[in-house]
């Protein structure tokens, strides 16, 4: 398997998938420049007009830093769009896009031919997340040009699926750009995910500890101080099955073991007055057991970088086997 363009441009095989409310320019930015694809969700910038001035900045910043560091360029951004049908600012979304050439669009939340024609008309790709086979072969005859397959233990809105089923059968038919996101901190799981074989590991969670990340740091010090026992599966908040910290369902008042199941009308609520997903109620993944600080970014990914190295070298010096 080979990417194209322009996913072989990173350094690290690491997505930086785009978190609600707290991926900003400034993350994405220090993503980029330490080797890996940086990402955003459009509906972080608000208002909407906000999007151009975001747009502005991570180009201009990014072809500044590829001046100043011809042998280390920074690595392509993405922007992430919701194209469910509820999503009214996705048409002024998609033409802000389209004006600063963005060059890869994660959809999510289904899969629309006119906005994967759309994205490639200026040259860029699309990548659809998908939670099962069914749905991936759906985004693939709609014409995204590759998936990210969101198996069970992710961040946020996760599949219940093992990443070994889900890539072993996304793989039996498709050949194309491949990134697996769930339960992913370390440079040994982005390995781990090459191994199963996706191209990329899509890592979220991790990134909320870090300086640039737009979260309270009550927030960022709960991602450190929590472990995979302590995330909490439940539909209840948004209407679409996730994973959240238990200690932020139980400041809203609610009992983690036993909430009751929810529905899409339920959408930004947490069950009691005032609690709202992702603002009250926190996503995050079950790879935080490997989270142990607060860093800039960019010392996460050389971190994570250092662990990819090691781990290959300790793969490469296992004995070969007997066939």
Partial sequence: MSLIAPLDRLRLPVIGSPLFIISNPALVIAQCKAGIMGSFPALNARPQALLDEWLHQITEELAAWNRANPDRPAAPYAVNQIVHRSNDRLEADMATCAKWQVPVVITSLGAREEV?????????ITLHDIIDDRFARKAIEKGANGLIAVAAGAGGHAGRQSPFALVQEIRQWFDGPLALSGAMATGEAVLAAQALGADLAYIGS?????????????YKQEIVASKAADIVYSDLFTGVWGNYLR????????????????????????GNAGAKAWRDIWGSGQGIGAVDAVLPAAELVARIGREYVAALERVRALPAPIL
């Fill in 116 to 124: 994967n024609r759309a994205v490639q008309s200026w040259g860029g």
């Fill in 206 to 218: 991790a990134f909320i500890a870090t300086d640039e990340a737009n979260a309270a740091e009550a």
């Fill in 247 to 270: 200690g932020s369902i139980e400041r809203a008042g609610l009992d983690p073991d036993n909430l009751p199941k929810g529905d899409l009308s339920t959408m930004n609520f947490g």
